[in-house]
């Protein structure tokens, strides 16, 4: 053992060993490396600085919710920026591929409001429990269960043509 990683508390492991799991997520939920890199860093940064508040053992709600609030304000901040349209909407289809279904499944998870792709994300991408999002979100777990379950539904119907038949 070097003489760094013995330097290290019970607390920067648990850190540690989130990091992981928090580039996952911030890349999902932003989906652009750069910005979920920026981010991650951020959150390890205000989760050291801020280690004394942290009480209990498990470090992964407190800092997924660290990394969501820091994302909420990057985004309000750019609400205040005038918009660019994002490509997209009017690209040309894509031809089938093996991964066209994988890819049709991001384009619906895209679609979601914030709050349900976040929950979904949470629970499906991280293996976090529904009690845990809560925690995370700082809702009650009625209101995970009902975001997860509009997430669900809009992505069926995303997937079976939704509003976008014209027949």
């Known amino acids: 053992m070097s003489g760094e990683e013995a330097g290290l508390t019970a607390f920067e492991k648990n850190v540690e060993a989130t990091i992981p799991k928090l580039r996952r997520y911030a890349r999902?939920?932003?989906r652009?490396?750069?910005?979920a890199d920026d981010l991650v860093q951020d959150t390890l940064l205000r989760a050291l600085r801020s280690k004394h508040l942290f009480q209990g053992e498990v470090v992964n709600g407190?800092?997924?919710t660290i990394l969501i609030n820091?994302?909420?304000n990057r985004l309000r901040s750019l609400t205040r920026r005038p918009a660019l349209s994002p490509l997209g909407d009017n690209d040309a289809p894509d031809p089938p591929e093996p991964d066209a279904g994988a890819?049709?499944?991001e384009r619906a998870v895209s679609t979601l409001a914030d709050n349900q792709r976040h929950a979904l994300l949470l629970v499906v991408l991280e293996g976090l429990t529904y009690r845990e999002v809560a925690e995370v979100q700082g809702v009650p777990i009625?209101?995970?269960t009902s975001r997860l379950a509009r997430a669900r539904g809009a992505i069926k119907k995303f997937l079976d043509?939704?509003?976008n038949k014209s027949h």
Do not use: Q
């Open 28 to 30: 999902a939920m932003t």
């Open 32 to 35: 652009d490396s750069e910005i």
């Open 62 to 64: 407190w800092l997924y």
């Open 70 to 72: 820091l994302n909420r």
């Open 103 to 105: 890819r049709d499944i």
């Open 142 to 144: 009625g209101t995970v």
């Open 161 to 163: 043509g939704g509003k």
